[in-house]
């Protein structure tokens, strides 16, 4: 265990400026021949709050007050997360000609793939600020504790990230299925209801969920203003922890497969 | 000429798992499982090669394909691990294999120059010191701003060589890389190869074509089936090389059964 975790941080750090540039790569092939470039990347989250605020706040009306922050406060940390997911499960076969070619530790391309949503989650926080102060919607001293969902967070989309970018290599039907289990997943989530909705007998089921404890400080402290126990924050950053322990793991021990496979 | 050992390869053995029948989905995993062993066999791409590369020396490498030269190559380089036996390669690398391996279509030539570098190795200042000279080398001129996917494929090489040269390793690793490109650029480039040998720095070289590997290798080593045939003089191996090439043609125009069946 301390063997990879000292190997992660260590070819994390040996290749941070390739893992950036990769991730550069990523953005700028993303929007390019597109008129508006970066700019999509703060469009794109403040076009889809205006359509969530105007079918949550005029026509499906729930009974929860300033329900787009109440929703975006979870959905844009699940984008981050389908998103990251969505491009790292190819991210060692669409390399595959450039690992058979060059030696290069494979683990910076499924880091790329996550750093480069990694930024798309930073610039999407800024149309949601603007929204915030739209609609006047008090600041909380409580968003100080963002810092910790948020590395939560990204250690468990980079482990989940390893773990099916691994699993692709050896068989590509990966690829599809990921799409169906991050749908389920998104609705077995409370992104866009509240866990109170759901009946208590079966709320246990949902606590099986991990993505609940890593999304659920996110809406704590941006929209109800408070703080997670420090049950949920512990196990919070456990799934995040044992996520990356699990997909690195895994990742770590088919790595030098790779290359016959691809 | 110092003796340091710069590659040595002891009893190393590559074997692939040549697959008849590709399980690429699970459906076919499952449809294939009873039938497991049949859709695969082994097949040693390198049987016990042993050799030993001296620092400085330039040893050109010489055989059929598929006779298991580039194996060699890409086992030096890192890419692949080998099945068994032991490799100890001493100081830096460029891999000459494929040039432009990865290099971006929608990136500018710049862009390239610095993902490639920082692939190859480098440092990004490292890279951005190197850069002029990588532009001038390449003899690109305004293009060095445009999207690669509009290079000629002259550029495109001349661009990828001009990189992967720039790296300044201990080690290069020539793999039939110089058939492109005019002759005039292809005189540079071998230029740019034997000024790395006047540095003393090692080089692996493979061609086919006979005349460059008598003129500038110090030695040469003649691949066959997997096997190490024979090193030595380069005139002298050539010329085994050779007897071995009339015997090959004067076998295949005999219809019998000299492929053993496994």
Known sequence: MAVFVRELLRDTYRYRELIWALAMKELRVRYKRSVLGFLWALLNPALLMIVLTLVFGTIMRFAIPHYSIFLLSMLLPWTFFSQCLAYSVESIVSNGELIKKVRVAKLVFPTAAVVSNAINFVLSLIPLMILIAIMRFPIHWTWIYLPIPTIALFLFTLGTAFFFATINVFYRDVSHIVQIILSAWFYFSPVIYSLDFIPTKYRWLFHLNPMLYVLNGFRLSVYYGLLPTARSAGMSMACGIGALALGFGIFRRYQNSFVYYV | ?262
């Open chain 2, 1 to 262: 000429m110092t003796h340091e050992t710069s590659i040595e390869f002891d009893s190393v053995v590559q074997r692939f798992r040549r697959i008849k029948d590709r399980k690429d989905t699970l459906r076919e995993v499952f449809a294939k499982i009873r039938h497991w062993r049949n859709t695969y066999e082994d097949f040693e791409a390198l049987k016990q090669i042993s050799f030993r590369v001296s620092k400085g020396e330039m040893v050109g490498v010489i055989g059929r394909n598929g006779s298991g030269k580039s194996t060699i190559l890409k086992i030096t380089a890192g890419v692949y691990i080998p099945t068994s036996g032991s490799v100890a390669v001493r100081g830096t690398i460029a891999p000459l294999i494929e040039l432009g391996a990865g290099f971006h279509h929608e990136l500018t030539g710049r862009e390239n120059i610095l993902l490639n570098g920082l692939l190859l190795g480098l440092s990004k200042r490292e890279v951005l010191k190197r850069e002029s000279r990588i532009i001038e080398f390449a003899e690109l001129g305004d293009f060095i701003d445009s999207p690669v996917k509009q290079y000629s494929s002259g550029m495109y090489m001349r661009l990828a060589f001009a990189v992967a040269s720039e790296v300044d390793p201990d080690i290069l690793i020539v793999d039939e890389i110089l058939g492109v490109g005019d002759a005039g650029f292809r005189k540079k480039c071998f230029d740019r190869i034997l000024n790395f040998k006047a540095l003393g720095k090692t080089i692996l070289f493979v061609s086919h074509d006979m005349n460059s590997i008598s003129q500038y290798c110090d030695r040469a080593m003649l691949i066959h089936h997997g096997e190490l045939v024979m090193t030595g003089d380069p005139d002298a191996v050539v010329a085994r090389y050779q007897k071995l090439l009339v015997q090959v043609a004067h076998v295949t125009t005999v219809p019998s059964n000299v492929s053993g069946v496994v």
